[in-house]
């Protein structure tokens, strides 16, 4: 009889391994390198305030790219995200009157999770492609929240709202601290839970996961509706931050939640990706659009910066990784 | 001189050494046999030859002299194609634009009325028992004809150098004669033909020389077929006898072991289209094996049972109550396991790690919020010793760096770990390597042993009767006959499997016989002293012979014993004063490949047997057009 070859793990060792196998890491260092030269090439980045700013813009992203991420664990994509926060944020604009500030919250959180529930539906029991269908969401949620505004923006918002985005505790910005805290939870989820495994395995392998029992129906919509629901709150985060909401809110967070969650490392054919992964992504993002906004770089010029950056992020993780996985 | 001359073959892929210093030959005007087990390096080394793999070292020398494919397509332009079972055909082009598709690559305006041409030329070429219509879509073709189309493919190419990889995988015994009698023609003609296969009859029928490898290494370069046996082959090919990589102990037990009811019953189940009227039953502690042809709707009958495809007709019982589960986890959870066929794309998840891969079932019939993982850590580590698997291995991050065997060890932990009553595997040896094999042999004895119901589905006709206690064969979606598979021999059981667009042939003659004659006419093979009643046609209660299709008979208590045996060419009267006559059919390299017996009562007028014998053999004899016929 023949020995088994049994083949030996790839050696590794130390920092090295952590480094190789562990994505949070390499994002967290590469954060740290691009809040460096950002640090060294402009002054005014080194200050709290600027900090704290960053801190904020990255809100917004962060809630969308959330969902995003589960969704793009699963192999799909939700381009719907953006045009949904202009609706919700709409519909939260409209109910504060007769509804009041938590009736309208209600059904602005309502609303955005049943867009992403029919988008999931129509891909998971329609079998469209999820790009086919989270494109006509876009389309329908944009167009609706013309109508549904008038084509005007409502700025008839609660000043308590408005606490979402200017308390701090201990000197941190509440909304941020909830932006963290909604991670944290995410997190635990993706590594802990059942659905978080079943999201990487129906992503991973759809057929391998049906055949051992998860359901992956089930899971393949709620990625979607979490989407929805994460734009209605991010929604909810930007009508705070100006007290005001216009139809047009939202423009490109589509792109910029998926530039996140690639620059994450996460993998756009699904089961591959770190929710900590796109938080780094989301920081990057929005430092690098702050530093070249510090350094008085053209806005015209930023596209070709950010797109760039994305590219290059991407190709880098997929080298890194296939080391790692070779 | 070589037609063909490869040496110092080796290749890598990832951590399997797939070939290691393999050479190969090849003269012109030779079937030359590439044999080994699974997983032996046969199927690499033809497609190193084919130029669809790239080897890490080889020497190359076509025609005397040293050449480098780096693609499949500059081996097709140096004249060396391979058919093979996953056909390459484009399904909505018709035959003519299929033989062509080649030329369709090429430089320069196309001239269809030329090719055209061309094609009946080459199809004319094969000899006058092939029919095929030109413009025929591909898709509606049976898989004979599909390969046909691919041997032309090759021809219009002008190949010289043609690789068949497993070619008769899923064709009928008569298929595959027609398939061998192409195969000399070809080799008459000058073409060099490289065989793939691990069936011993088809090599020693075929092969005029045969190398055979065994994990990638070279242990018989070019022996002449002649100067070989059976024995010495397989002993070749596994490094040990057969007895010993079945792990069956001496001898296997007189009756299969059956407690009390069956845990599984399955009464004409029916899933369209691929499964059309299966029925079987399932015992605690015995392996059952499910043998037949790719396609015969073996993988779709288990997969129903598991609830991933939804049932059409008929039922499935477990222990004794209605059960059909709507999604896996239904089936699961009543206690069904499916280890299916492709590890690859239905068993392994790549993204995560061979600890997550290994619970991935306990996830899907966990109920709760958590993953639960900590309540099945002793079992996993009991498991894994049991497979002899190091426990730290389950910490690895990725399931695709181990070797098929070590996958399918997982895989089947995955399954274990739920203590399943019924364990179903979908070739569960495929893809493994021969010493794995045998341990996985050995486990599914253990498993039944202790108490579970296994049901193993495998295309390899030698595994199927070394593992199982009983068969059940399928052929086009039906199950066609069962029986203790100490009974039955590779080759019967290849009769048993033949698709159903054949033996429609070949019933049709039966009934033509009994409409013409009365009595009962049956198709049948013999072994020794056992009987094959592979169809039967007829009802006639005083011409009974007392044997029915699917079953296996004693020779010696058959009243016909002497028509059988005696092989007179006219009718011979039984014990029982019934006539019968018998009629060999002789396949075209002159062995038989069965008999056709006729049966009257007593006292019938008596037909001319000599006029009979010869329509019947006319009729039946491996002619093209018998196999060739449209699928169904």
Same mark, same amino acid.
């Given at each position: ?98 509804? @009041? %500030?938590?009736? !309208? *919250?209600? =059904?602005?959180?309502? &609303?955005?999770? +049943? ?5 999931? #539906?129509? $891909? ?103 989407? @929805? %629901?994460?734009? !209605? *709150?991010? =929604?909810?985060?930007? &009508?705070?931050? +100006? ?5 047009? #809110?939202? $423009? ?75 | ?632």
């Amino acid at each position: 009889m023949t020995e088994e070859i049994v083949p030996a793990a790839p050696p590794r060792h130390g920092v090295l391994k952590l480094f190789a196998t562990q994505i949070e890491l390499r994002m967290l260092l590469l954060t740290l390198a691009v809040m460096l030269v950002l640090a060294i090439s402009s002054p005014y980045f080194r200050t709290l305030n600027n900090l704290l700013n960053a801190m904020d813009q990255s809100v917004v992203v962060g809630l969308v790219a959330l969902g995003q991420t589960l969704v793009i664990l699963i192999g799909g994509i939700d381009l719907a995200v953006g045009s949904l926060v202009g609706v919700t944020g709409i519909v939260l604009g409209l109910c504060f009157p007769s509804l @009041g %500030l938590y009736g !309208a *919250v209600a =059904a602005c959180l309502v &609303t955005g999770a +049943v867009a992403g529930t029919i988008s999931g #539906a129509i $891909t998971t029991f329609g079998r469209v492609a999820p790009f086919v269908v989270t494109l006509g969401m876009m389309s329908i949620g944009r167009s609706l929240a013309y109508v549904l505004s008038g084509a005007t923006s409502i700025s008839a918002i609660p000043p308590a709202l408005g606490d979402l985005s200017s308390l701090t505790i201990f000197g941190v910005p509440l909304n941020f601290t909830l932006l963290i805290i909604v991670y944290l939870l995410a997190w635990w989820f993706l590594s802990r839970a059942k659905g978080g495994r079943t999201l990487y395995a129906i992503g991973s392998n759809n057929a391998a996961a049906r055949v051992a029992g998860l359901s992956i129906s089930i899971w393949s919509v709620l990625a979607y509706t979490i989407s @929805g %629901l994460m734009a !209605a *709150v991010s =929604a909810i985060f930007l &009508t705070s931050r +100006v007290l005001s909401i216009d139809p047009l #809110a939202g $423009t490109g967070l589509e792109l910029d939640s998926i530039a996140a969650v690639v620059i994450g490392g996460a993998s756009l054919f699904g089961g591959r990706g770190s929710i900590i992964g796109t938080l780094f992504g989301v920081f990057i993002m929005v430092f690098i659009r702050n530093g070249l906004n510090l350094l008085g770089v053209s806005p015209y010029w930023q596209g070709t910066a950010i797109g760039s950056i994305i590219i290059a992020a991407v190709l880098l993780e997929r080298i890194v990784s296939s080391r790692a996985r070779r | 001189m070589a037609l063909l001359e490869l040496s110092g073959v080796s290749k890598r892929f990832g951590s399997t050494q797939a070939l290691s210093d393999a050479s190969f030959s090849l003269a012109a005007g030779e079937v030359h046999g590439l044999c080994g087990a699974n997983g032996a390096g046969k199927s690499t080394l033809s497609r190193v030859i084919s130029g669809h793999v790239q080897p890490d070292q080889s020497r190359f020398v076509l025609d005397g002299q040293e050449r480098h494919f780096t693609s499949s397509r500059d081996a097709l332009r140096a004249g060396i194609c391979m058919v093979t079972q996953e056909t390459t055909l484009a399904p909505d082009l018709s035959v003519l634009e299929n033989i062509m598709l080649p030329r369709l690559g090429m430089p320069g305006a196309l001239n269809w009325r030329r090719l055209r041409e061309e094609a009946a030329q080459l199809v004319a070429g094969l000899g006058g028992d092939i029919q095929l219509t030109l413009d025929e879509t591909v898709g509606t073709l049976s898989i004979g004809q599909r390969q046909m189309v691919e041997i032309l493919k090759a021809l219009a190419l002008d190949s010289r150098i043609i690789i068949f990889d497993e070619p008769t995988a899923s064709l009928s015994p008569f298929e595959s004669e027609i398939l061998f009698g192409i195969m000399r023609d070809l080799t008459a003609r000058g073409h060099g033909l490289i065989f793939v296969s691990h069936r011993l009859e088809e090599i020693f029928g075929v092969c005029d020389r045969i190398t055979v490898l065994r994990e990638g290494r070279l242990v018989a370069s070019g022996a002449t077929t002649a100067s070989m046996t059976g024995g010495e082959l397989v002993r070749l090919m596994i490094g040990r006898e057969l007895a010993d990589v079945f792990a069956r102990g001496d001898d296997p037990p007189a009756e299969p072991l059956r407690t009390g009811k069956p845990v599984l019953r399955v009464r004409n189940l029916a899933s369209s289209p691929l499964v059309r009227d299966v029925s079987f039953e399932l015992h605690a502690g015995e392996i059952l094996g499910l043998a037949g042809l790719i396609g015969a709707g073996r993988s779709e009958t288990l997969e129903t049972i598991f609830g991933l495809r939804k049932a059409t007709g008929g039922k499935v019982e477990l222990e004794g109550d209605a059960f059909s589960p709507r999604r896996p986890v239904d089936a699961i959870r009543a206690g069904v396991a499916l280890v299916p066929e492709d590890r690859r794309h239905q068993s392994i998840v790549p993204d995560l790690s061979v600890r997550e891969n290994l619970l991935l079932a306990h996830l899907g019939d966990h109920r709760g919020f958590g993953r639960g993982y900590a309540a099945r850590k002793t079992e996993a580590e009991r498991l894994l010793d049991l497979l002899g698997l190091p426990p730290d291995r389950l910490w690895d991050p990725d399931l695709l760096n181990f070797s098929g065997g070590m996958q399918q060890k997982i895989i089947l932990a995955r399954w274990l770990l739920l203590k399943p009553r019924v364990l179903m595997l979908d070739e569960p040896t495929r893809g493994v390597d021969i010493g794995t094999r045998s341990s996985i042999y050995a486990l599914l004895r253990r498993i039944a042993a202790e108490g579970v119901a296994v049901l193993v589905v495998s295309s390899d006709f030698e595994e199927v009767i070394g593992i199982s206690d009983r068969i059940v064969v399928m052929s086009d979606g039906v199950s066609v006959a069962e029986f203790p598979s100490r009974l039955v021999s590779i080759e019967s059981l290849a009769m048993f499997a033949a698709p159903r667009s054949s033996a429609k042939r070949t019933h049709a003659v039966l009934e033509e016989l009994v409409a013409a004659h009365g009595g009962v006419a049956c198709w049948v093979g013999i072994e020794q002293d056992r009987l094959f009643c592979f169809d039967r046609a007829g009802s006639e209660t005083r011409a009974d012979p007392g044997i029915a299709a699917g079953q296996i008979h004693d020779v010696s208590t058959l009243a016909m014993a002497l028509a059988l045996t005696a092989r007179a060419p006219g009718f011979v009267t039984d014990t029982d004063a019934k006539q019968t006559l018998a009629i060999a059919i002789m396949g075209r390299r002159g062995h038989e490949l069965g008999l056709v017996s006729l049966t009257l009562p007593a006292g019938n007028p008596l037909p001319d047997a000599e006029t009979l014998t010869r329509q019947v053999q006319d009729r039946l004899a491996a002619k093209g057009s018998l196999a060739l016929g449209k699928a169904a």
